[in-house]
Every structure is written in structure tokens, then in C-alpha cells.
């Protein structure tokens, strides 16, 4: 399967403060990116999605104010909580799918736990 | 409202045992499923895809669609105790939309 890389794998940040998630994809030359959060013992809920060149998509119920995507190259897409709060603590992961190839799938990257104190 | 059901279990198996893991959707334009793995504290991973009415193999793991039902299936043969983790159903949105509806998901304990 394809290589997803996602930095950093964990981090602890006060509430108020930002934090900046990075997704890269390894294997392919331009792909789909997106973002999910998962609570404990809760499924994926899909944030958002991301392409290069354009405005991410977000999810319904989804603060795009607060949860900034920049799709900054055909394979990189970062996550950026902004002030972040305790209820922000979750883990969140991306994925992503190579353009055009029609199969949908998609590859995860190991995602970052996010704490908020 | 796109919905992928799945038995959350837990689904116990001894060692050596068939498990089988089951999945429903409600989006009948779907054309794409998926099996990931997911096991505590990890990211899923992807295991098995299909797209044809039918049964699918890879190794240990069978995957069944039948789409006229809706149903699609995982069947793990001669379980082992590194295949205890969760397991997400997720099924693509009709009109070909790359985004991906996930199951809850179902979770596995294979004892020895």
C-alpha cells in the first residue's frame, strides 16, 4: 500500500495555543488529501478534503476558521488548530488517494494524538 | 443519510477459527468498498478492496459483495491472535465522490 507520512505523531499544547499537523504522501505525484478526527472508542469522522490549487472542502459542522488546511504542493497537506481547546483533544489522521486512478482507495498515515491542557 | 452499518461485537473467535465480519450501506449508487484494520491506538490500514459482485481473496482474508443486497462481507480463515483489532467497513459515495463512508466498525478478539 502507499506511504503516508504525518508529522508529528503526538503533541501536548496549552488551550489558546495553535498547532500545526503535516501530511505528505510518499508514493504518489498528486493525490487527494483528507482529514479526519477519531475519539476514543468512536469511528473516523471526516473533517474535511483537500486538493491542490483549491479551498478544502469541509465536512458539515466542521469550523473552517478554526481548523485551517493548506494544500500547500501536490503532496503535502498540513492541519492547523487554531486556539486550540481541551475538547480539541482527539486523534487525528489523514489519508490520501491518488488522483484519477478511479479505485477510491485510501492509505492512512499514522496519524498525531493531540492533547490540549 | 449515507449510512454504513456494521455488528460492533465484540466478536470473540478462538485461534485457528473463521471470523466473520459483516457490513450493510444504504447509498445503492455505491461502487467501491473497503476493509481497513485498525488496531488500538493505531492508524486503520487498508486490507481488502472490491468492486465486483462476488468474493475477492488475499491470503487468509475473503472479501464478499453482493450488491443487490447491499451487504458486504470480511471472512478471516485460520484467525490468529494478531488479527484481534477493530475492523471498519467503509464504502464510497454515490456519484463518484472520493470521499469514503466508515462503518463504526467491529471488534475482533481472536483468543488462543
Known amino acids: 500500500g502507499a506511504v503516508v507520512s504525518q508529522h508529528p505523531s503526538w503533541v501536548i499544547c496549552k488551550s489558546g495555543t495553535s498547532v500545526k499537523i503535516e501530511c505528505r504522501s510518499l508514493?504518489?505525484?498528486?493525490?487527494?488529501m483528507f482529514w479526519y478526527r477519531q475519539f476514543p472508542k468512536q469511528s473516523l469522522m471526516l473533517m474535511a478534503t483537500?486538493?491542490?490549487?483549491?479551498?478544502?472542502?469541509?465536512e458539515q459542522g466542521v469550523e473552517k476558521d478554526k481548523f485551517l488546511i493548506n494544500h500547500a504542493s501536490l503532496t503535502l497537506s498540513t492541519l492547523t488548530v487554531t486556539s486550540a481547546h481541551p475538547e480539541d483533544s482527539s486523534f487525528y489522521i489523514c489519508?490520501?488517494?491518488?488522483?484519477?486512478?478511479?479505485?477510491?482507495?485510501?492509505?492512512f498515515g499514522p496519524g498525531t494524538r493531540l492533547t490540549v491542557t | 443519510q449515507k449510512e454504513v452499518e456494521q455488528n460492533s461485537g465484540p466478536l470473540s473467535v478462538p485461534e485457528g477459527a473463521i471470523a466473520s465480519l459483516n457490513c450493510t450501506y444504504s447509498?445503492?449508487?455505491?461502487?467501491?468498498f473497503f476493509w481497513y484494520r485498525q488496531y488500538s491506538g493505531k492508524s486503520p490500514e487498508l486490507i481488502m478492496s472490491?468492486?465486483?459482485?462476488g468474493d475477492k481473496e488475499d491470503g487468509r482474508f475473503t472479501a464478499q459483495l453482493n450488491k443487490a443486497s447491499q451487504y458486504v462481507s470480511l471472512l478471516i480463515r485460520d484467525s490468529q491472535p494478531s488479527d484481534s483489532a477493530t475492523y471498519l467497513c467503509?464504502?464510497?459515495?454515490?456519484?463518484?465522490?472520493?470521499?469514503?463512508?466508515f462503518g463504526k466498525g467491529t471488534k475482533l478478539t481472536v483468543n488462543p
Open positions: 489519508s490520501d488517494s491518488p488522483v484519477g486512478d478511479g479505485t477510491y482507495e485510501q492509505y
Open positions: 508514493d504518489f505525484q498528486a493525490t487527494t
Open positions: 483537500s486538493n491542490e490549487g483549491s479551498k478544502a472542502t469541509y
Open positions: 447509498d445503492r449508487g455505491s461502487q467501491s
Open positions: 472490491i468492486y465486483s459482485n
Open positions: 467503509a464504502v464510497n459515495e454515490e456519484g463518484g465522490s472520493e470521499k469514503l463512508v
